[in-house]
């Protein structure tokens, strides 16, 4: 499936789930915070900024992830994979090129961008940025997919039929 998507954000919804991508929208350098390290991520402008819920939740925080990122550029932080703080986020964001979801890996704990810990339900899916819109592949029949934007509190549209 590919989908428009340019500042607005798109919601996968599975029935206990979500994952909200946003566009970029700029060449910046994210930084990835570690226990030992820091490096720089380049971003580019057709890049996706993913939050992924595992748990579900309010649609409120994801969006503020996604902006603390894409508009404020906050730092991610990575913990040691025995941290035990890591099961306490309910959501989860990364940003790159093309990402992957997998509930297969611990949460908060994997500093490569191309990966997102999801639910059983949304794990499998690829999405990947190009000029303007994303592709998504591998996304269950289940899942409703859908424009939200957030200038004037939270408002959604429905997607065309001709884009699935």
Do not use: W
């Not at 990364?94 to 794990?123: F, K, N, W």
């Not at 940025?129 to 959604?156: A, D």
């Amino acid at each position: 499936m590919i989908v428009p998507l340019r500042d607005e954000f798109l919601l996968i919804s599975g029935t206990r789930s979500f994952l909200l991508v946003a566009k970029a929208n700029a060449r910046f350098a994210l930084r990835i915070e570690t226990a030992d390290k820091e490096y720089s991520q380049t971003i580019e402008p057709t890049d996706l900024i993913v939050v992924s819920a595992p748990e579900g939740g309010a649609l409120e925080p994801a969006i503020m992830l996604a902006e603390f990122v894409r508009t404020y550029r906050m730092p991610l932080i990575v913990l040691p994979k025995d941290h035990p703080g890591s099961k306490h986020f309910s959501y989860l964001v990364s940003a790159a090129a093309e990402i992957h979801t997998s509930c297969a890996i611990r949460r908060g704990t994997h500093p490569e961008q191309h990966l997102v810990c999801s639910s059983g339900e949304l794990a499998g899916v690829t999405l990947a940025g190009l000029p303007g819109q994303v592709g998504i592949s591998g996304l269950p029949k289940t899942c409703v997919v859908k424009y939200v934007t957030s200038h004037r509190g939270i408002e959604y549209s429905e997607i065309p039929d001709n884009s699935r």
